[in-house]
């Protein structure tokens, strides 16, 4: 019911739209029936292009997707049809707004369940001195931690420190909490030797994507918040993936996106935003725009093929294998997994071989250029001995086969008890899904359909 109606509202209110506005314009001109249906097509293109080219090129496809609606208004007003085109708009907006209620309905975060939270009596945190510009010293988290009773570590970590072994090393000294300030690829090795400890981790977001903690729902507009998880915290047992002998916490990537994300461009934006903004995650979202002309030229890196289960990928240009999947319409990893501890990989296939493939990104998961699908485990091969990867948003070389596997429940994770939460992602309208979810029959009378019975974390 709540994702059934906004759909049938959005359906409803996108077909009324235009409906108003080609019989409103072809009951006074056929020419201006025209405009209406050119004004549309212009639009799309402008956004295609804008997708597809770069510099100067670019820009000019941005204009042209701005001014197109711009000219259809003109028309319509001088035939003084503006309040057909006003209605329209409205009917639209409306459409949109009850479309993504049922989108963002359909993708609701399923928050693990929370366990009471050990006593803590020696936490042990690493802190990346380089993390965020510089956010551990910005914002006093070393005397904020070590007020609170625990031992802190800093470092300036370019990704050559053995975190792992300094976890362990804490560990055996009576650590029994472990922690990272820092991103996703500095977070994934110390929260591998809490799992393999069974020590409770704690996460501090002050890294440039802070993927992890974001689909954790921890504040990551104010990263000090995460330490009220040392006197205020609740326990939440979430998966953990494996690549390799290398642990990661929130996904790999091949092929297109593996070598755009580690390019000198992708490398100064991510340098630039860290310094800049502590509220924006990074431009990730640019830099997967600046990789779509190379997934158009089909020849970037050497052919993949993936294994997901049943499921087999030929040759797609990009690749991305998440520690459970991302929400509906998030083609590459930008926003939030609904849950972390499904038991499963999230595997996306991206392959684009024309125009319409490359517009059918837009669309989100069911567009024809897409392969989705969820596994325990997803093997990637090709013909060569090494692939490129970007794991937790770090540079890699893996060894060919590349096995990726998930670990249910691995990891505690020790988070504040009043947190935000896992915001609701805000996925691209997908009509096919919208109509899919408008025809969903009513659900059965509580009683009629058995529960999902629910895991429990190992011992």
Not at 338 to 361: F, I, K, N, Q, S
Not at 405 to 424: I, Q
Not at 438 to 456: H, I, N, Q
Request: glycine share 10%; aromatic share 4%.
């Amino acid at each position: 019911m709540r994702e059934r109606w906004p759909a049938r509202v959005a359906l409803g209110a996108a077909g009324a739209a235009v409906l108003v506005l080609f019989t409103g314009a072809a009951l006074r001109s056929p020419a201006l029936a025209a405009v209406g249906l050119v004004g549309p097509a212009l639009t799309a293109a402008g956004i295609w292009w804008s997708l597809t080219r770069r510099g100067a090129r670019r820009v000019l496809a941005r204009a042209l997707a701005v001014s197109a609606p711009l000219w259809v208004l003109w028309e319509y007003a001088s035939a003084r049809l503006g309040w057909a085109a006003a209605v329209s708009a409205l009917l639209w907006l409306a459409a949109a707004g009850a479309g993504r209620t049922a989108l963002v309905r359909h993708d609701a975060p399923v928050p693990p369940p929370e366990h009471p939270a050990p006593e803590i009596h020696h936490p042990f945190v690493i802190m990346n001195l380089r993390a965020g510009g510089g956010k551990v010293r910005k914002l006093s988290l070393r005397e904020r931690a070590e007020a609170l009773g625990a031992e802190v570590l800093l470092l300036e970590w370019r990704g050559r420190t053995d975190v792992a072994e300094l976890a362990r090393k804490a560990a055996s000294e009576g650590a029994d909490l472990l922690g990272v300030a820092g991103g996703d690829g500095m977070q994934a090795p110390v929260a591998d030797v809490a799992a393999a400890l069974h020590l409770p981790f704690l996460v501090i977001p002050v890294g440039t994507r802070n993927l992890f903690a974001r689909s954790l729902g921890l504040d990551c507009d104010d990263p000090v918040r995460a330490l009220d998880a040392l006197y205020d915290g609740v326990e939440l047992h979430v998966d953990m993936g494996r690549v390799g002998d290398r642990p990661f916490v929130s996904g790999v990537a091949f092929g297109a996106y593996a070598s755009a994300a580690h390019g000198p461009r992708h490398r100064e934006t991510r340098s630039t935003r860290a310094r800049t903004s502590f509220r924006r995650p990074a431009g990730t979202v640019r830099t997967h725009l600046e990789a779509l002309p190379d997934l158009l030229a089909g020849h970037l890196g050497v052919p993949l093929t993936a294994r997901a289960g049943t499921v087999t990928c030929r040759g797609p240009q990009a690749l991305l294998v998440s520690n459970n999947p991302y929400g509906s319409g998030d083609v590459a990893g930008l926003g939030l997994r609904p849950r972390l501890d499904g038991g499963a990989l999230g595997c996306v296939g991206v392959e684009v071989t024309g125009a319409a493939h490359a517009a059918g990104l837009l669309r989100g998961w069911r567009s024809a250029g897409l392969t989705r699908t969820t596994a325990t485990d997803v093997r990637v091969d090709a013909d060569a001995e090494w692939l490129p990867a970007d794991v937790d948003g770090e540079a890699a070389r893996l060894r060919t086969p590349v096995t990726c596997e998930v670990r249910p429940l691995a990891l505690r994770v020790l988070v504040p008890r009043r947190r935000p939460g896992p915001r609701a992602a805000r996925p691209p309208l997908d009509w096919r899904l919208l109509t899919k979810l408008a025809r969903t029959p009513a659900r059965p009378p509580d009683g009629v359909t058995a529960l999902k019975p629910t895991r429990s974390a190992a011992p």
